[in-house]
């Protein structure tokens, strides 16, 4: 599993979970995504595989440091983006759908320029 928007999808959700709930467990995540729990357990080893988790006894599922920064760096992303459109006037539904689109494929470069623009426009 290479760094993909699969993977980063997944770490994004592993974050926005135990934000949310504390522990996260495979179950957990294939509730959320509406995924099958076969094709969750697949995608959690070949995170493991590469570093991005790891998995206790109890299978609770934690990011490492290499997982972390993807998880932040992608959700950051999302809600950045979101709170742009939504302060240009879409509606929110619509925002968070889109910045999870965007989210994965903008350049640094057009994110960046995006949230200076909303930054000296939007943000005060």
């Not at 993909?4 to 495979?26: D, F, Q």
């Amino acid at each position: 599993m290479q760094k993909t928007e699969s993977t980063e999808n997944y770490l994004e959700r592993i974050y926005m979970l135990r934000e949310e709930k504390g522990n996260v467990r495979s179950i957990d995540i294939a509730h959320a995504l509406n995924f099958s729990k076969p094709s969750v357990s697949n995608a959690v080893k070949k995170l493991a595989e590469k570093g991005y988790i790891t998995v206790d006894g109890d299978h609770n599922l934690f990011l490492t440091s290499k997982g972390e920064g993807i998880a932040t760096r992608i959700y950051k992303r999302h809600c950045d983006l979101a709170n742009l459109f939504m302060a240009l006037g879409v509606s929110e539904e619509t925002a968070y759908a889109d910045a999870c689109m965007i989210e994965h494929d903008i350049s640094e470069e057009t994110y960046q320029c995006l949230l200076a623009h909303y930054n000296s426009h939007f943000k005060k």
